[in-house]
């Protein structure tokens, strides 16, 4: 049996497992993630976030007095730990080990937690729905017969950074990541080397560090439809959406929580297998947010944890 060898495997991170955001009130932000269609769970003095695929701790949510960025925890293979931790000292940085991994703080301040775990990015493209109707036959369901949307996976996060260009190499250099496609000076999409979606986590230029949005994968384009409409009846009527992007090109609706972040219903996303050579690219700023949809709201990049 042909194995690949240490030289020749993809080095770096595989998966986001988990982001760790604080709110001001932890009963609306239950209902807006319960709304969303995730399964919330109260744990002493913070939520946590699944979906009701599995198990797995998509994200926990603290309570304080503003809505911050609190950590963003990286999975990574047991063998890749070492070089992980390596990569990170030589940028002159402080580890915390831990009985997993590490943690550190990044160059915006992010702390950063690196910890073997299974990979929850999938390991192939997810193949595409489209129900189609034959002459004679209804091809929509009954509205009231509908259920509610429920995310199947995190699919990526989103993240402020004072400087977009020393994020791009100092992810790449440390983590791993490898750039997927970005527009010079406004946002950059990252992924990880181990088969991913076309965006692990992605950056958006600002002045500071902050969060801007966690993107859920829906089953069906007809989902992502569903989904803001059953958000839009719950009364979180702020979004963006449907469209679809043209970096990644996945279907969206972005739902705006209390706090000016977003959750988003997502659908269709590329997706990169281990060790493809993506031809990452800049684009000009008219394709770095969507080919088609709705005007973008004024404040849909703004950095709400600045202020």
């Not at 998966?15 to 209902?31: C, G, N, T």
């Not at 109260?42 to 007095?65: E, K, M, S």
């Not at 791993?176 to 496609?181: P, R, V």
């Not at 972040?261 to 031809?279: L, N, R």
Request: proline share 4%; charged share 20%; net charge negative.
């Amino acid at each position: 049996m042909k194995t690949t060898s240490d030289s020749q495997r993809p080095f770096g991170i595989h998966s986001v497992d988990h982001f760790y955001i604080d709110v001001p009130d932890l009963a609306v932000a239950q209902k807006f993630y319960q709304d969303f269609g995730l399964r919330v769970e109260q744990q002493a003095d913070r939520l946590v976030l699944r979906t009701f695929q599995d198990d797995h701790i998509w994200a926990y949510i603290g309570q304080a007095n503003k809505k911050v960025l609190r950590q963003v925890c990286f999975g990574a293979y047991q063998q890749d730990i070492d070089a992980l931790k390596q990569r990170v000292l030589a940028e002159n940085l402080t580890i915390t080990e831990h009985d997993q991994g590490f943690t550190f703080q990044d160059l915006d301040g992010i702390a950063i937690d690196i910890r073997v775990a299974t990979k929850v990015t999938p390991d192939s493209k997810k193949p595409v729905i489209c129900a189609e109707a034959h002459a004679g036959e209804r091809g929509a369901s009954y509205r009231r017969l509908t259920t509610q949307v429920r995310p199947q996976r995190l699919s990526h996060i989103l993240l402020f950074t004072s400087d977009l260009a020393r994020t791009i190499d100092f992810y790449h250099r440390t983590l791993g990541l490898n750039l997927s496609d970005y527009s010079e000076g406004i946002v950059a999409f990252m992924h990880a080397p181990h088969g991913a979606d076309h965006h692990t986590v992605a950056f958006a230029q600002s002045t500071a560090a902050g969060f801007h949005h966690c993107s859920w994968d829906v089953a069906s384009l007809e989902e992502v439809g569903l989904g803001a409409m059953q958000m839009l009846a719950e009364g979180w009527d702020r979004g963006w959406g449907v469209g679809r992007h043209v970096l990644g090109s996945n279907y969206f609706y972005y739902v705006r929580d209390p706090w000016g972040s977003y959750c988003e219903y997502s659908y269709d996303i590329d997706y990169i297998p281990a060790g493809f050579e993506w031809p990452a690219a800049n684009h000009d700023p008219e394709d770095s947010l969507y080919l088609w949809g709705p005007n973008v709201p004024e404040d849909f990049v703004v950095n709400y944890e600045i202020n």
